[in-house]
């Protein structure tokens, strides 16, 4: 069984920096597509990033483009996600995930066969 195990959350400042990684166990990373979701309180879980499986293709949500990095490291089955100058709004659960379709960065219903558990990223002003 695949497992995602995010790590590196936590309270900081507005313009302070985070790296978020998750590990994948019980799979092989470079099998898959991999990204990086979010959820506020009372909103639903949406996209952050993606990046496919050697890393030669990303995407991001467009409130985050220029202050995060998705990036790989599959000889270590681990996703990171560089969050710079991080504002209040930014303040979510992230999960990372894994999907099948190992050049699949565009995001679909049926998007994200693995879960991890999330990571509180909470940002004050």
């Known amino acids: 069984q695949v497992q995602l195990d995010e790590a590196g959350g936590g309270r900081v400042q507005t313009g302070d920096s985070l790296l978020l990684s998750c590990t994948v166990s019980g799979g092989t990373l470079s099998s898959y597509s991999a990204g990086w979701f979010r959820q506020a309180p009372g909103q639903e879980r949406e996209f952050v990033s993606t990046i496919s499986w050697a890393g030669t293709s990303t995407r991001y949500t467009d409130s985050v483009k220029g202050r995060f990095t998705i990036s790989r490291e599959n000889e270590k089955n681990t996703l990171y996600l560089q969050m710079d100058s991080l504002k209040p709004e930014d303040t979510a659960v992230y999960y990372c995930?894994?999907?099948?379709?190992?050049?699949?960065?565009?995001?679909?219903?049926?998007?994200?066969?693995?879960w991890g558990q999330g990571t509180q990223v909470t940002v004050s002003s």
């Open positions: 995930a894994v999907d099948p379709r190992p050049y699949r960065v565009e995001v679909d219903a049926g998007w994200g066969k693995y």
